[in-house]
């Protein structure tokens, strides 16, 4: 899906940096395996296990807000904050589909997050935290009714990722990040690029 350049010059300027930021790059730092404990066959008592989590059911997806709509300034501000709400579903559930639906097929980063997610679904891997907290978003028109771009400042909060056996895997803290999207209105809303920074 293309995006329409507004007639602007400086709104042409605006949304070509913008498709060309690199997204985030979720850390790739390789998760260790657990270990397991020899056991001596002999031996009455075997070596405590960490518990599995208790089953539960899956979140329910967030529902779009009426105020995403319409194709304006209003529209572009509640379209990325819900996009934001169902990262972190997809995160939590393992199930990137409602993601993967509002993300346009230019948007590098928003198929590298819905890979993740299914990757980890795939490892067996359940997640819980990934909050998103929006502290303040700032849209600006391109092409009235059509292309928007959405500047965030949010503050990602904790997260644990465990095994099948309910060993943790991984960690992170709360982090404050920028968030920069570019989004099209066709009578719903896509995401056309997606940049994450870390808000220093």
């Not at 031996?43 to 329910?60: D, F, L, N, Q, V």
């Not at 709360?174 to 995401?191: A, Q």
Request: contains cysteine.
């Amino acid at each position: 899906m293309r995006i329409v350049w507004p007639r602007d010059p400086s709104a042409v300027l605006a949304l070509a940096m913008l498709l060309v930021l690199v997204g985030c790059s979720s850390d790739d730092r390789s998760v260790p395996r657990p270990t397991e404990t020899p056991t001596n066959s002999a031996s009455a008592t075997e070596t405590p296990r960490p518990p599995a989590p208790s089953p539960t059911t899956s979140p329910t997806a967030p529902a779009a807000p009426e105020s995403m709509s319409a194709g304006d300034l209003e529209g572009a501000k509640a379209a990325a904050d819900y996009f934001m709400a169902l990262y972190t579903h997809a995160r939590v559930s393992g199930d990137a589909t409602r993601l993967s639906a509002m993300s346009g097929a230019e948007c590098s980063t928003c198929a590298a997050i819905v890979t993740q997610v299914d990757s980890a679904r795939a490892n067996g891997h359940s997640a819980t935290g990934y909050a998103i907290e929006i502290r303040e978003a700032i849209a600006t028109e391109l092409v009235p009714g059509e292309t928007y771009t959405v500047e965030m400042k949010a503050t990602e909060g904790p997260a644990t990722v465990h095994d099948r056996s309910g060993n943790v895997v991984a960690e992170s803290g709360e982090t404050r990040r920028v968030l920069k999207m570019g989004l099209r209105w066709t009578g719903e809303w896509t995401v056309e690029a997606l940049s994450v920074e870390v808000d220093a």
